[in-house]
T-cell receptor, first 113, second 112 residues
Framework: AQSVTQLGSHVSVSEGALVLLRCNYS??????LFWYVQYPNQGLQLLLK??????LVKGINGFEAEFKKSETSFHLTKPSAHMSDAAEYFC???????????FGTGTSLTVIP | DTAVSQTPKYLVTQMGNDKSIKCEQN?????MYWYKQDSKKFLKIMFS???????INETVPNRFSPKSPDKAHLNLHINSLELGDSAVYFC???????????FGQGTRLTVV
């Protein structure tokens, strides 16, 4: 069975500081991994995805994530937080042979001016 | 053009009523989903359809019945609504079952 764990349900950073949101996955076969962002009262928007190509994946809005098989991790980073980054972030996993996404419990990012 | 659209965006109804949520995607995708997001933001798959065929039916009360008249539509009908059904329901679609999903804006259902 596959799953994702997001460490830290709430993360606060100062504007301009590094953003680091953690995601660890569990999968018996090579996974496909995704990060989604949800702004208040909106649907989920894809930030980036890993599908077995380059391990460092760049996404929209300056975000990137690195797939580390040895650590079973797919942490999301952004060098400099902006006020507009405040949102809920979800990590998700599926398999090349899978038929659904498994979402983490989400991390709420607060950016302090 | 909205890629995945759901209607209505808000739905307030009394216990015991029957209601439907409609979903349409114009992306030409083969797979569509319904997810439920609870008050703690946890997302849980409810149903998944591929080419109009049901492929996932998680442990959901049979009061919930999806209907897919064609590949572009996946509607959700809920009978005998209960207080615990209050949540945000998201429709999503993807090209195939394991590619990235595109989400609608959600339907906030409140049962009073």
């Amino acid at each position: 069975a596959q799953s994702v764990t997001q460490l830290g349900s709430h993360v606060s950073v100062s504007e301009g500081a590094l953003v680091l949101l953690r995601c660890n996955y569990s999968s018996s076969v090579p996974p496909y991994l995704f990060w989604y962002v949800q702004y208040p009262n909106q649907g989920l928007q894809l930030l980036l995805k890993y599908t077995s190509a380059a391990t460092l994946v760049k996404g929209i809005n300056g975000f990137e994530a690195e797939f580390k098989k040895s650590e079973t991790s797919f942490h999301l980073t952004k060098p400099s937080a902006h006020m507009s980054d405040a949102a809920e972030y979800f990590c998700a996993v599926t398999l090349s042979t899978g038929n659904q996404f498994y979402f983490g419990t989400g991390t709420s990012l607060t950016v302090i001016p | 053009d909205t890629a995945v659209s759901q209607t209505p965006k808000y739905l307030v109804t009394q216990m015991g009523n029957d209601k439907s949520i409609k979903c349409e995607q114009n992306l030409g995708h083969d797979t569509m989903y319904w997810y439920k997001q609870d008050s703690k933001k946890f997302l849980k798959i409810m149903f998944s359809y591929n080419n109009k065929e049901l492929i996932i039916n998680e442990t959901v009360p049979n009061r919930f019945s999806p209907k897919s008249p064609d590949k572009a539509h996946l509607n959700l009908h809920i009978n005998s609504l209960e207080l615990g059904d209050s949540a945000v329901y998201f429709c999503a679609s993807s090209h195939r079952v394991n590619t990235e999903a595109f989400f609608g804006q959600g339907t906030r259902l409140t049962v009073v």
